[in-house]
């Protein structure tokens, strides 16, 4: 039995280890793709539904790896956060996305684009440095700017998120609340905070068609949007019985695979120079 239990404690140690190995070989990976040029931003529009208009795009990471393959930031984005490495591809992302907000201002489309800041970042001393700083380089209007903030983060009550959110709206950042209905029951924070937008989390859009109780939180957001004179998004809408769904209850924004999935910059171009989503 002894002999047993040493087995079975050497077993899972060199699991341990190995996946520590595979830890540390990743994040050895990102090191070098953010050297070489191993990170993209796609994009994938918002539209004003009832008339195909694109008014928006999100830029979502992407990492293509020596094969050319994509990862998903979910297999990545966590363990950067933990290594810290979040820091840099998040100044990366946010580069990008004011440059191209930029250029598709001075072409003449009216687009405000939207990138995603972990609460990694937000906690960070440099953060709000770092902002000014690439909106200087990029010479964006900040206006056309929006970080996209997951709700969670600042449910907490936290004064470091709340100071760090007045100082992005000083620089006339746009804020919006990401998987919005997900985080806490608490909305106290709706008032401390300088927010523009909601974005209803997909998993309500998903389930409207099949759980009432989704259908009427999706309404109460709507009507707390409305009341609150916040704007609002609709997120992951992939068919068009959702789309019909969501303009019933009085939503008009919306973003999903049924529009447009996120593309790289080029086929983000070419929907606009055809003025049609989808
Ligand atoms: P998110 O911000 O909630 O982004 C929405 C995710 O849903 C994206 O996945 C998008 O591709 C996907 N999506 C969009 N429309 C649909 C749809 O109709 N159906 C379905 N099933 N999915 C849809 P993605 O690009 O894999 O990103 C996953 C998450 O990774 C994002 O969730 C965000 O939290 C994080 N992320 C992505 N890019 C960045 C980044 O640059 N920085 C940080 N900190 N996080 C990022
Ligand atoms: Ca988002
Ligand atoms: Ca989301
Ligand atoms: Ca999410």
Redesign the pocket.
Known sequence: AKAGGRNRYSFFSSEIESCMRARQHQERLIQEALKHGGFE??Y?PKVEASQKKIIGV????RWRDNKGNLI???DF?PLAEKTGQ?IP??RL?LHRACLDAHAWHQAGHRLCVS????AV?LKHDRFIADVREVLQETGVNPGLVEL?I?EGVLATREHGSQDALLALKRLGLRIAI??FGTGYSNLAYLKMFPVDVLKID?SFVRGMMVDHSDTVIIEAIIKLSKALGLELVA????TREQEQGLIKLGCTVM????YC??APHDEVDKQLASGIAG
């Open positions: 931003v796609f994938q999100e830029a979502l990471i998903s930031p979910a984005i979040i591809i998040g992302v990138v995603n800041i972990s970042q996209e997951t990401d998987d997909q997120e992951g809408v992939e973003q999903g695979f049924y999935r996120p």
